[in-house]
């Protein structure tokens, strides 16, 4: 009696790194990785400056609405991105042989962060650069190795979400409700658009469990010059939150899995 040959970790990592972008993500054209860096940071962020020059609030300056604007902008890259996969597995028919395969569950949820990390990382930085030229952020050369640890805690954690989201997906007959969803409550409830702390307690305390808001928060810290101490607990906040995110990822897939399949919500689309 023979065993069906179980890939090692990491090849099942890596092939899903560099295959699943172009199968199931949505990074299958050039013009479409350029214009989530180069376009939609710049559009979301002008359209967001005018509102809060002509609101004329004080607690939510243009220069804060920017920074804001910047980060939140990784949303499209991290989680609606990611939480498609489902979406794009099950309209192409491959979700139930994925499901079958020996293949570590691991690896394959991981890997395919892998792109959308870089993707996040990219267009958080490109963003920031328009902030810091176009809308004259003030920022400071000696304030750059804190505010790339900042970046790359924050687009961890994002695509963490990311999945967590794709996990819940799994089980609905569609994702794009999903994150669309999350993608509306980032802006109102991280303190993109406005402090958080305007918010009423119920809201707050949603918005503090979101990792765009410390990641926002960690960002306008390190452009800011916060000292070390301050930043290394926003880091902390950050990084907890992505750890959370990928252990309630891997517990969704594993829970929603066994749902879809019970209901045969696994090959709806």
């Not at 609030?57 to 489902?86: E, H, I, K, M, R």
Request: charged share 5%.
């Amino acid at each position: 009696m023979t065993t069906a040959l179980r890939p090692s970790f990491w090849r099942t990592f890596w092939v899903n790194a560099v295959f699943a972008p172009r199968m199931s993500l949505g990074f299958m054209r050039l013009d479409f990785v350029l214009g989530t860096i180069f376009i939609i940071p710049l559009t979301q962020m002008v359209f967001f400056a005018f509102v809060a020059q002509l609101a004329q609030n004080p607690l939510s300056s243009v220069g804060f609405v920017v920074v804001g604007n910047a980060v939140a902008t990784v949303t499209y890259s991290s989680v609606f991105s990611v939480c498609q996969t489902t979406d794009n597995e099950k309209q192409m028919g491959t979700m139930e042989h994925l499901l079958v395969s020996p293949a570590n569950r691991l690896a394959l949820y991981f890997g395919r962060g892998v792109v959308p990390i870089l993707v996040s990382l990219a267009t958080v930085s490109v963003a920031l650069g328009y902030a810091v030229v176009l809308f004259h952020v003030p920022f400071a050369l000696s304030s750059i190795p804190g505010l790339a640890v900042s970046i790359v805690l924050t687009a961890f954690a994002m695509v963490g979400f990311g999945l967590l989201l794709g996990g819940v997906a799994l089980y609905l007959r569609t994702s794009i409700v999903l994150g669309n969803i999350f993608l509306f409550i980032g802006l109102l409830l991280s303190g993109t658009n406005f402090p958080l702390s305007e918010l009423p307690p119920a809201l707050q305390a949603i918005g503090d469990v979101l990792p765009l808001t410390w990641g926002i928060a960690a960002i306008r810290g390190a452009m800011g010059g916060e000292p070390l101490g301050s930043l290394l607990v926003l880091w902390g906040l950050v990084a907890l939150c992505a750890a959370m995110s990928f252990g309630l990822a891997i517990g969704l897939w594993a829970t929603f899995e066994r749902r879809a399949l019970a209901t045969g919500s696994i090959a709806r689309f």
